[in-house]
């Protein structure tokens, strides 16, 4: 498909998970010290379409997602954490705390927990 097709082609509206997503995102790379420039060198996509993504203005392209995904080296769960926390079957209490903590709070608990684990 050539440029001028591309940019007449309709984009879907992006939703509240859009924005959601891309905050995430947005917050997880800014976590691990990285800038737009290198994220979007590694997913290939330019890095104004990388700010769109992470602003929510455009719907994320799911092999994007496991690109950015793999490259933070964070579970795509991560992403959707707060899309499913007011679902009435989503009581995953754990799951949600966990999803909260930043990298060096999981790493502290991990340590924690092996230690407790010692004392068994």
């Known amino acids: 498909m050539n440029k001028i097709a591309k940019e007449f082609m309709v984009q879907p509206i992006a ?6 997503v891309g905050q995430r995102i947005q ?3 800014k ?9 979007s060198e590694y997913v290939d996509i330019s890095q104004p379409q990388l700010s769109r993504y992470e602003r929510g203005t455009n719907k994320i392209n799911m092999s994007h997602l496991v690109a950015i995904a793999s490259f933070l080296k964070t579970p795509i769960s991560y992403f ?3 899309c499913m926390e007011l679902a009435e079957w989503n009581h995953d209490e754990l799951d ?3 999803q909260e903590l ?9 340590a924690f927990l092996k230690e407790l684990k010692k004392t068994d």
């Open 27 to 29: 917050q997880k790379r």
């Open 96 to 98: 949600r705390y966990w």
């Open 80 to 82: 959707f954490a707060d």
């Open 102 to 110: 930043t990298t060096p709070q999981k790493t502290m608990l991990v």
């Open 15 to 20: 939703s509240d998970v859009d924005r959601a």
């Open 31 to 39: 976590e691990l010290g990285y800038t737009a420039e290198k994220l």
